[in-house]
Structures are given as structure tokens and as C-alpha cells.
């Protein structure tokens, strides 16, 4: 069984020659930057590497400001911590989302509330959240600290009426940005705009699975001058300079390194290439499935998503749905993959306040992630779409 984020060399065949879920694409261009990091000397927190990654970065996304964490989930750690998240805090979050976007909420000593997912973009549901925040400020209760929007799969969320929910009452947003690097607005309000950039601070993974990959990594951007500071300072262990050891409060050991980021620039110099490679895979998904009784993923009007993963909904018919699609497709060496089980029926998340969570239950009971690596060979491709018709027909 391929598990996303399972690491794999390059283009190789999981156990039994099964074609993986999502793996990274490493070329030369990451060789040449990874042993000039090495052959430097610098391969820890501090070289040239991390600078420039994070300097093109912030570019790339159009941000003012971009620092490079160890992992996606430390980035969202510190994300809370600029926007003041402390303990007995409450903190919206999308509850259809992978862990990582969640953890860090308990790190901090606050609670979770999990707002369920929309049927149109698979993200946290305006309408739900909108609802909430209205409730409360009528029946004078606390709000928020900070709402946490993810863009589930590379598929940007609905972001105008969250922000201006958000905005009414205050409240600033965090966008876990993780599986969307490349993803843009291309209409409305936020036209041009690159997730994670909406908001007061979004986050980017590189682990393994995602589009860039830093073997692990994450990023904090923002445009805020203050918060890129402190955000610099938190992930330093909060080192004051100064001719002793300083440390003025408890910090954290969560830089990148400079041989992560040599990786994580060149993936990015390629970033334009794997997203084309997404669009080319998904458009090609969308084709071959077209008579079939699938739901695709959303093509959603103003929005341009990367299809990080190819994600599909599978109709429960005569008894047989998604597990019996994963059974199916893996017998013959196609390492798909369930969607998440919603944060709400995870084991550490169980007592926290949910609103709504069908959506998300109703996604994970159908969902299949088929392989769409950025390296996906076409013969590959071709034998996934034959596994998925085999099953209907
Ligand atoms: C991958 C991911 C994370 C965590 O990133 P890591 O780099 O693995 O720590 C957080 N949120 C979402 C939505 C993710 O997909």
C-alpha cells in the first residue's frame, strides 16, 4: 500500500510495482543545489540557500514576507502564535482536512471548533461560519481568536464571504495553504491573488506528498512587518543578539535547513512544470471518467486549483463504493487512496464543538485519490483509468 508521503526514490515503483499515490519529482537541477549545499559546508539553519528559497518564494506567491519552518505543521504552530492563539482560545477550522492543519491548535493549549465543508470547493463553509460568528456577537459570547482556512487538495476556498465574515467581527484568518502552492483566484475580489496570501499569515507544507517538496519543510508568509519578525525569532529559539546566549522566551527549533532549502529551490524554479503536469493529469482523469458515475473533482468558476491530489466520489451502488474501488484498482497495482476521515471522528478530537460535519463524513465515506504524481507516466495513467473503468463495467 503507497501512503501519501511514504517517501519513494524517483519514479520508482512501490511494493509489487504499484504506480504511487504522489511522489516527489527530483531531477538534476535539485542534485546540483543539494550537493552545492553540501560541498558549502553550510547544511544547517543558517546559508545562502534558505535566504534565496524564501526571497523567491515570497516572490513566487506575492507575499512581502516569507520564512522557511522545518515542516508545514511547525509553520502553522508559529501562524497561531503571531495571531496571539494561547490557551482556552478557540479556533475555527476547517474539520475535512488532514491533521497536520489541526495539532497545532491543541499545541497551543486552545480548542478546536470544526466547521464542516461546502459541497461546491470541499472547503470550510462560509454560510456555517458566517452563521457562527453572528450568533455569537448577538448572544455576546467569545469569538474566535483566529479562523483557520485550508484549501483542501489544491482547491482554493471560497474566500470572499469568509473574509468578509471574518472581517465583520475582527477576526484574523490563517490559511493552511499546504496542498495549495500554485493555486490562484482568478476572478472576483481576489483575482491574481495566490493562496495563503488573503489572510493576515498562510502556511505551505514540503513534505514529501506535496507538489514542492523539501523532503520536510514548511513556510510562514505574510505582509506584515512585525509578525515576519516575530515569526523569525520564534523559530530561533527566540535568540536575542547578543555577545552570551539571550533568550528573551521560549522559542522553538524550527528552521529550515539550507540543504532542505538547496531542494526546495530548485523544485521551486520547477514549480511552474509540476503545476502544468497537475492540470495535464486531472484534465485527462476528467476525460476518461466523463461517462462514468463519478463525481470529479469541482471545476469551480474564478478559481484555479492544482488537483495536488486527483481526488474522485465514488456512488455507493449495489453494495459497492469506495472500498471496494481501493480493493479493486489495488489488485492491480494502483496505489489509490482514501480521502480523510473528518477531524470530528478523529480519536483526539472527539469532545471538540463541530458545526455541521456531514459534508466532510459524506467526502471521506466516497472519496479515492488516484496517483498523479507530477512524473505520472502516460502508460501508467493509462493503466489507472482502465483499473477505475474495469471496476464499472
Ligand atoms: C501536509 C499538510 C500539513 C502539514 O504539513 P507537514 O509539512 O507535513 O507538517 C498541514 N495541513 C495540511 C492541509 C496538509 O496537507
Redesign the pocket.
Known amino acids: 500500500m503507497t501512503a501519501a508521503?511514504e517517501a519513494h526514490a524517483p519514479g520508482a515503483r512501490g511494493p509489487a510495482g504499484t504506480i504511487p499515490l504522489a511522489v516527489p519529482n527530483i531531477g538534476d537541477l535539485e542534485r546540483r543545489y543539494v550537493l552545492e549545499a553540501v560541498e558549502s559546508g553550510f547544511v544547517s539553519s543558517v546559508g545562502p540557500f534558505v535566504s534565496e528559497f524564501e526571497r523567491r518564494f515570497a516572490e513566487r506567491v506575492g507575499s512581502r514576507h516569507a520564512i522557511a519552518c522545518s515542516?508545514?505543521?511547525?509553520?502553522?504552530h508559529v501562524g497561531l502564535l503571531l495571531l496571539g492563539v494561547g490557551r482556552d482560545d478557540d479556533v475555527f477550522c476547517?474539520d475535512f482536512?488532514?491533521?497536520?492543519?489541526v495539532n497545532p491548535i491543541a499545541y497551543c493549549g486552545a480548542r478546536p471548533v470544526l466547521v464542516d465543508a461546502e459541497t461546491t470547493t470541499w472547503n470550510l463553509d462560509p454560510v456555517l461560519l458566517a452563521a457562527e460568528l453572528d450568533r455569537r456577537a448577538v448572544a455576546g459570547e467569545a469569538q474566535p481568536r483566529v479562523v483557520e482556512v485550508?484549501?483542501?487538495l489544491g482547491q482554493p476556498a471560497d474566500m470572499e464571504p469568509l473574509m468578509d465574515a471574518c472581517d465583520r467581527h475582527g477576526i484574523p484568518v490563517l490559511e493552511?495553504a499546504?496542498?495549495s502552492l500554485g493555486a490562484t483566484w482568478t476572478g472576483g475580489r481576489y483575482a491574481g491573488r495566490h493562496t495563503g496570501t488573503v489572510g493576515r499569515i498562510g502556511?505551505f507544507?514540503?513534505?514529501g506528498?506535496?507538489i514542492a517538496t523539501t523532503g520536510?519543510?514548511?513556510m510562514i508568509v505574510t505582509d506584515d512587518d512585525d509578525l515576519a519578525a516575530r515569526a523569525r525569532h520564534l523559530t530561533t529559539q527566540a535568540k536575542v543578539p547578543d555577545v552570551g546566549y539571550l533568550h528573551d522566551e521560549v522559542g522553538y527549533n524550527y528552521r529550515l535547513t539550507n540543504l532542505a532549502a538547496g531542494l526546495g529551490l530548485a523544485q521551486l524554479e520547477r514549480l511552474d512544470e509540476f503545476v502544468a503536469a497537475k492540470h495535464r493529469i486531472a484534465a485527462r482523469y476528467d476525460e476518461a471518467f466523463a461517462d462514468l458515475p463519478l463525481v470529479r473533482p469541482p471545476r469551480v468558476a474564478g478559481l484555479d486549483a492544482t488537483y495536488w491530489l486527483y481526488s474522485v466520489l465514488v456512488p455507493e451502488t449495489d453494495g459497492r463504493g469506495r472500498d471496494e474501488l481501493l480493493a479493486h484498482v489495488g489488485d492491480v497495482g494502483v496505489g489509490a487512496r482514501a480521502l480523510w476521515r473528518p477531524l470530528h471522528a478523529q480519536p483526539p478530537f472527539l469532545t471538540a464543538p463541530v458545526l455541521g460535519g456531514t459534508v466532510g463524513d459524506g467526502l471521506f465515506s466516497r472519496g479515492v485519490s488516484l496517483p498523479c504524481a507530477t512524473d505520472l507516466t502516460d502508460a501508467d495513467q493509462q493503466r489507472v483509468v482502465d483499473a477505475v473503468r474495469g471496476f464499472f463495467a
Open positions: 508521503g515542516t508545514g505543521t511547525a509553520a502553522i476547517s482536512t488532514f491533521v497536520g492543519s485550508v484549501h483542501v493552511d499546504a496542498e502556511c507544507s514540503f513534505n506528498n506535496k520536510g519543510g514548511g
